[in-house]
DNA sequence: CTGTTAGCGCCTTCAA
DNA sequence: TTGAAGGCGCTAACAG
C-alpha cells in the first residue's frame, strides 16, 4: 500500500489521453487518432476542431502506446565500438542528422570492443527499434545473421554476404601509401596492426601486403591490439627493434602514440623514420603534421542510415553493398629513409 | 487485403511472446512474467525451468509493451550541442557505460547549437524517456523548466535554480591561467569567447576578467562565435589588430585554430604570442603542445547520468549541484611576451 | 466520413 | 506459490 503510493508519486503527471479528447471532442477515440494519423479520411472541420481541443488540453500522442499497436517506434540502433575514438565522432554526428531528418530518434550503443557487450546491446535494443547499425562489428559472422533475422540491419566496415553493408575501402589509400613509400625508397617497413577481429585492419593489412609485394617491398606486421594513443607508444621498441624504415598504422591514434614514442627515444620523423597513419581524423594537429590515409566517416554514417532507410521503407534489395573511396594525404612525416638504415633495410 | 499483407510480410519474424513460454513451460503468462521481474516470488525450479525455456525459444521480454504497462522504459536521453566536437565524446562514452551498468538505453540527440532543435529533440524523446540530460544546453531557463515539469531532468555545464546540474568549474582552471599569464609579463591580453549561450562560455569570461583585474591585466574580447577550428582561424586577424601579447580561447579548438592561423602568418608561438586553451581535448597533439585548462569530461557525463538515476529512484533532493574541479596544463605555448610587444601593450 | 470492437505484449491486482 | 482477468494508450479492421 506504501510502495504502491510512492510509486503513483513518482509517476508525472498524467498525461491526457485519446480518451480525454476525443470526450472533449465529442467523437471516439478511433476519430482522435485518425485526426492525427490520417487526417485526409476526415471532415476538414473535424480535423480542426480535435487539433484545437488537443492543442488547449496539451494532449501528445503516447509514442509507445502507438509503437505497441503498430510495431513502429521511429527509432533506430547505431552500435560502435569506442565512442571515444576520434573516427567515430563524425560518424555518429552524420547519422544523427540523417535519422534526424526522418523523424527518428537514435540510440546510440557503446560495445568497448567486445562482441559479448554488443550481442547484449542489440537484445536491448532490438524491441524497441525499427533497424540497427553496426559500425567495425567484432561479432562472428552467425550472430550478425542471427541479429539481422531479427530486424532490418545495416553494417558499416564489416562484410557478411547478404546483409547491406556500406565499406571504407582502405584499399585505394593503402595503395597509394606503398607506392609514396617505395618511390621514396623504402625498401622493410611495418604494418602496425588494429584489433584482429576488425574487417578494417584486415583490409588495410592486407592491401598493404599485396601492394608491398608489387612494389618488391619487405613487410612485417607487429600488433598494437587495442586502437588508441597508449598502445602505439607501447610498440615502439619492438618497431626500432624491426629495424625497418617506415610504418604503416592501423589508425592515426596509433600513430600519434609511435610519434610520441619515437621522440621519447630521440629518433626524428620523417629524418630518421617514416609513419603513415589511417582515417585523418587528427587534422594538421600533430607535429610534423601526419601523412595518412584520408576517409570520411561521416559519409559512412550518412550512408548507413540511408541505406537502413531505404530498405525499411521497401525501397532496396537485400544485398546492397556501398563502398567508398579513400586517398592518402602526404603531409610531413614521411621522407626518402637515411641511407645507412637503407643498407640494414635491404 | 494486399496492402496488409505486404506489411505483415515486411513485419519481421515474430518474436516469441510470454504466451508461448507459458505454453511450452505449462504454466501462465503471469508466471512467465513474474519469472522475470519478481523470480523471488516464485519456486526455484520453476523460475529455472521458465529461464531455460525462455533462452532456448529465444524470447527476450518486450520493452515497449513492458513500458506501457509500467510507465518504465529504461531509456535515457543524452542531448548535446555537437557530437563532433572532442569535448563530447568521452563525456558521450562515459554517460553511456554509466547507463549501461544500470541496463538503461540511452539515445543520443545533437542539437547542432541550435535551441529549437534541442526542443524539438526534447519532445520527441520526452515520451520514451525516463529523464533526460542536457549538455550545455542552448535553452532558455523558461524551457528548461517547462521541460524539466514533465520529466526528471539533470544539466551539464548549464545552470538554472532547482534543477539538479553538473558544472564543470573552469574558474579554478582559468584563475591559474591568469596567474601564469601574469607571472609571465603579460599586461594585455584576449579572451576568444565562444557561443554567447553558452554557460561555459560566460563562466570563463567572467572568471577572465575577475582574475585580470586582479592581476592588473588588461582584457579584450573577441567572438569566434562557433567553437570550432575554422572560427579560430578566422579571429586571427582581429587577434593581431588587438596588440595584445597572448589570448585565452573558449576552447581547444579555437586555440587549434589560432595556432594555425599566427602560423600562416609567420607569427611564431610562444615566442611572439602565447596561447591558453580550454578542455584539454586534443592531448600534446599539437605542435607546439598547448597549454590549456584541462577538465575531465568523462566525469561529468558520468556524475550526469548518476545524478538522474538517483533522482528516478527517488534518492535524491531537488536542487542537486555537483561541481568538478579544473586546472591549468602548462605546456609550450606559453611564454613571457617579446620586449616590444609588451611595452606596446602597456 | 465516423463509431465499434479487438487486440499489440506485458504487468498487476485479486482469488485460489 | 500460481492462475485468471483487466488495463496501459493507441491502431486497425469491420460495420454503418
Redesign the pocket.
Known sequence: MEA?RVQQAGRRK??H???DVARAA??????V??A??QPE???TE?VERIAAIAKTLG????HT??A???GRHGNLALIVTDVANPFFPPLIRAAQMEADGSDFCVFLGNSDENPRQEDKLVDRFVSQVEGLILVGSRLGAERIQHHAGRRPLVLINREVTGIPRVLIDSTTGVRQAIAHLAALGHRHIVYVSGPSSSWANRQRRNALRLAARQHGIEVDVLSARVPSYESGRAVVAELIESRATAAVAFDDLIAQGIMTGMAERGIPIPEAFSLVGCDDVLGAATYPSLTTVSNRSDEAGRAGVTLLLDRLSGRMAGDTRVVLDTHLVVRQTTAAPASGQRRQGG
Open positions: 504502491r498524467k498525461q489521453t485519446m480518451a465529442g467523437v471516439s477515440k478511433s476519430t487518432s485518425r492525427f494519423t479520411m476526415l471532415g473535424t494532449y501528445v500522442p503516447n502506446a502507438r505497441l499497436s503498430t
